[in-house]
């Protein structure tokens, strides 16, 4: 099988890869972060708060990695607890209540699985997002910026518009993950990628995704002004749209329609 998936997959991994935070300071105006769920805690896996598109107000969230050892400890090396997910929805329906579109960047292996999130309702969170995201009545769009693994990701990514770097990876599972359960052996990793269909170019295909951004510049100034760019277009036309809850509705309900399934 080719090697190339899990190629993909350590490309989305590396750590010099620009995370959430530094989309957020590129791309937008007057950043104001908002913290915790008003139930339990902050989660600093997920970043969240108000800003301004070439001058409109957006909600923006994020799944925060952080760069150095020290940064990726502090934010959970982007594995987010419930309370989380619960901020980050907290915000989705403060920005349907004033109107303002919602912008998701997505990186992170999956939602956190220790004891202490199950306890505190890891599942019910990440269900509650993808049952509110669905109806939520303004536009939403999200962007997979380095890993996109399990509910953890998908719990931001019910949206109107999903997009994808061209390096980043989309799966309901790791690799390493998949190779443990289906062969009891994580090394097979590279052969679980080949499987998974976890690329950028598999997601299209199959109607997961509906954009793939090239990684030229990535990280410059080029860069970031090209996503605004898109990020606008994007939001305009969407904002103009009446039927933005049926339209959603029927993407994923198309999802894999049109997919050919090679035994």
């Known amino acids: 099988m080719s090697a190339v998936p899990y190629n993909r997959v350590k490309l989305a991994r590396d750590s010099s890869r620009p995370t959430g935070l530094d ?20 989660d600093p896996a997920i970043v969240g708060g108000i800003a301004t598109l070439n001058g409109n107000p957006v909600t923006v969230i994020a799944i925060e990695k952080g760069h150095t050892a020290k940064e990726r400890t502090y934010r959970n090396f982007g594995a987010p607890h419930p309370e989380g997910y619960r901020k980050a929805l907290r915000l989705m329906k403060q920005a349907e209540k004033f109107g303002r579109p919602i912008i998701c960047f997505i990186d992170t292996s999956g939602a956190f699985c220790g004891i202490g999130a199950e ?28 890993e996109g693994g399990s509910g953890g990701a998908l719990a931001l990514a019910v949206a109107d518009r999903v997009w ?31 499987s998974l269909k976890l690329t950028a170019e598999d997601a299209k295909s199959l109607g997961v995704i509906e954009r793939i951004l090239s990684e030229k ?16 277009e994007e939001i305009s036309e969407l904002s103009n749209d009446l039927d933005l809850i049926g339209k959603r509705y029927d993407r994923f309900r198309r999802i894999g329609v049109n997919a050919v399934v090679k035994e």
């Open 23 to 42: 989309y957020i300071k590129n791309i937008f105006k007057g950043f104001i972060e908002f913290h915790g769920d008003r139930r339990y805690a902050d």
């Open 164 to 194: 994808m770097l061209q390096n980043s990876v989309y799966s309901v599972i790791s690799p390493e993950g998949c190779a443990s359960i289906l062969w009891k052996d994580a090394s097979q990793a590279q052969a679980a990628a080949a």
């Open 217 to 232: 510049e990535i990280g410059k100034k080029e860069f970031y002004d090209r996503i605004r760019t898109l990020l606008t």
């Open 119 to 146: 306890e505190r309702g890891q599942g019910q969170a990440i269900a509650e997002n993808l049952m509110e995201m669905s109806t939520l009545c303004v536009p939403v769009i999200s962007i997979l910026i380095g």
